[in-house]
């Protein structure tokens, strides 16, 4: 994606699609996050990334519901909006992604597994096509891993959001 924020911060391009998306960080019970890898259909020259769960909000939808919603399409994990509780991060970023300029604002939610088995059998038909695997990450290996991951300081979002209060709301099992 260097080349696409180099043309973005560039002023190039100057006109954008507003989205709003909800995340999720799905820690299982070793402390291990859930990212899937995939890659820019309309760019796939661009290379691969690391990336959560999630999408971007239907009408009418909460980022809580999105965050529901988006887990069970992409894992085959259906937790409640009270399971996700609030927010524990919230960002704006802006990207290309299958030849749409996206502003996003995004929030993100903290879900504790003891463990899951990832089912992908809800991926959209843009998933299927640009998503090739999933993996879970220590944020020891976030930190010190030369592949690229979105957010770019997700290793410190999910050190803090594990040190929060929302590691209170207790464990979920699975």
Same mark, same amino acid.
């Given at each position: 994606?260097?080349?696409?924020?180099?043309?973005?911060?560039?002023?190039?391009?100057?006109?954008?699609?507003?989205?709003?998306?909800?995340?999720?960080?799905?820690?299982?019970?070793?402390?291990?996050?859930?990212?899937?890898?995939?890659?820019?259909?309309?760019?796939?020259?661009?290379?691969?990334?690391?990336?959560?769960?999630?999408?971007?909000?239907?009408?009418?939808?909460?980022?809580?519901?999105?965050?529901?919603? &988006? !887990?069970?399409?992409?894992?085959?994990?259906?937790?409640?909006?009270?399971?996700?509780?609030?927010?524990?991060?919230?960002?704006?970023?802006?990207?290309?992604?299958?030849?749409?300029?996206?502003?996003? &604002?995004?929030?993100?939610? !903290?879900?504790?597994?003891?463990?899951?088995?990832?089912?992908?059998?809800?991926?959209?038909?843009?998933?299927?096509?640009?998503?090739?695997?999933?993996?879970?990450?220590?944020?020891?290996?976030?930190?010190?891993?030369?592949?690229?991951?979105?957010?770019?300081?997700?290793?410190?979002?999910?050190?803090?959001?594990?040190?929060?209060?929302?590691?209170?709301?207790?464990?979920?099992?699975?």
């Amino acid at each position: 994606m260097g080349v696409v924020v180099g043309v973005w911060q560039s002023g190039a391009v100057t006109v954008y699609t507003p989205r709003r998306a909800a995340r999720v960080l799905l820690v299982d019970g070793r402390g291990r996050l859930l990212l899937f890898r995939g890659f820019d259909p309309a760019r796939p020259e661009g290379g691969r990334w690391w990336f959560t769960p999630g999408g971007g909000l239907d009408p009418g939808e909460t980022y809580a519901e999105c965050a529901a919603r &988006e !887990l069970a399409e992409e894992t085959g994990l259906r937790l409640t909006v009270a399971e996700l509780g609030e927010p524990v991060h919230a960002d704006v970023t802006e990207f290309a992604f299958d030849g749409v300029w996206y502003r996003q &604002e995004q929030q993100f939610f !903290l879900a504790r597994v003891a463990a899951h088995e990832v089912d992908t059998a809800g991926f959209s038909e843009v998933e299927r096509g640009s998503v090739d695997g999933h993996r879970w990450w220590s944020v020891q290996e976030l930190a010190t891993t030369g592949e690229r991951y979105y957010p770019t300081d997700l290793a410190a979002v999910l050190a803090e959001a594990l040190a929060g209060p929302a590691q209170q709301k207790g464990g979920l099992a699975c």
